[in-house]
């Protein structure tokens, strides 16, 4: 079976912090993606990553950066955070070559006070 | 660009009730359609998907078919349990990307 990981099920950090989020699939995907989810907005592609050291913008890419150094490994930063990233973030990872199917992470919720 | 429109819920239904979730697209040419469930708590997870014009994705006793004609893949499930209470997505397949609806949650009670 797939996994995808997520370091934190909760966090809670305070206005102007440094915040990472870590992700980690143990299939081989090429692919990683992190979404944000809000009630009444869906889900919403912040950054996604096709392969090592690559990073491609998704819709909402402000305020937000990601890393990508190991191909099982997808980072999620939140360089100085604010109240209005208050969110629950998911992580999915998905092969390039066998399925178009996206395998997510439990999430985590992320509270900025 | 890309979009997918799902009714809005709450959809609230006793156990057993016939369940139809509406979801209709918009998009250039014919993507791949998902839909996706997420419990309490829980990440998204697949449900079913439909990759041509006419095709039926079903799992779990949920049925949804692409409708070319009519840019649509309704989720229905014939007799709905407690256990399907859920959020549930539908979604394209776009380019680079998937395209999430805003999601609709199913409430079932006994």
């Known amino acids: 079976d797939v996994k995808v990981t997520q370091s934190s099920r909760y966090l809670v950090k305070r206005t102007g912090e440094k915040v990472f989020l870590e992700c980690v699939q143990d299939m081989d995907h090429e692919n990683m993606f992190w979404y944000r989810q809000d009630p009444g907005l869906g889900l919403r592609l912040i950054y996604f990553?096709?392969?090592?050291?690559?990073?491609e913008k998704g819709d909402i890419p402000e305020g937000y950066s990601v890393s990508r150094e190991k191909k099982e490994r997808f980072s999620l930063i939140l360089e100085s955070a604010s109240t209005n990233q208050t969110s629950m973030y998911l992580c999915?990872?998905?092969?390039?070559?066998?399925?178009?199917?996206?395998?997510f992470g439990p999430g985590t919720r992320l509270t900025v006070t | 660009g890309d979009s997918v429109t799902q009714m809005e819920g709450p959809v609230t239904l006793s156990e057993e009730a016939f369940l139809t979730i509406n979801c209709t697209y918009t998009?250039?040419?014919?993507?791949?359609l998902f839909w996706y469930v997420q419990y309490p708590g829980e990440g998204l997870q697949l449900l079913l998907k439909a990759t041509k014009a006419d095709d039926k994705g079903s799992n779990k006793g949920f049925e949804a078919t692409y409708r070319k004609e009519t840019t649509s893949f309704h989720l229905e499930k014939g007799s709905v349990q407690v256990s399907d209470s859920a959020v549930y997505f539908c979604a394209l397949r776009g380019f680079q990307k998937l395209v999430f609806g805003t999601g609709t949650r199913l409430l079932v009670s006994p």
């Open positions: 990553s096709y392969d090592v050291k690559m990073k």
């Open positions: 999915a990872s998905s092969s390039t070559t066998r399925s178009v199917e996206q395998y």
């Open positions: 998009a250039t040419g014919y993507p791949s």
